[in-house]
């Protein structure tokens, strides 16, 4: 990893990492790489931080330089989520209601999405 700094759990039982100014790496329960986003689905980030996994095993990664969150389905192309209204993402959660959370570290605030 180059400069890890967000990581969540897959309910399969691996985990994702984001790494500074880079891309989200995907690793199985055994910790071996299985895949990097960015090769996976040729994305392209600025600088991914905040990453959670919805209950379907999709990955939403917030990314600070572009202020977007991403959806990245297990098969599919990615899909923004948020385009406007975010200054600085950060930290992510999602819930089993749909809801995903995501820290703004301009605004002080805690964003709620469905």
Excluded: W
């Excluded at 090769?39 to 980030?45: E, N």
């Excluded at 939403?60 to 599919?76: I, K």
């Amino acid at each position: 990893l180059q400069g890890p700094r967000y990581v969540s759990l897959v309910p399969s039982g691996g985990f994702v990492v984001s790494e500074e100014c880079g891309d989200v790496k995907v690793f199985t329960s055994s910790r071996k790489l299985l895949c990097s986003l960015s090769s996976k689905y040729g994305h392209q980030f600025g600088n991914p931080a905040g990453v959670c996994v919805d209950m379907d095993g999709s990955i939403l990664v917030a990314d600070e330089q572009r202020r977007t969150v991403h959806l990245f389905p297990e098969h599919g192309a990615p899909v923004c989520l948020v385009s406007t209204g975010l200054r600085k993402p950060a930290g992510m959660a999602c819930s089993s209601s749909g809801h995903f959370f995501v820290a703004d570290a301009v605004e002080n605030c805690v964003k709620v999405f469905k």
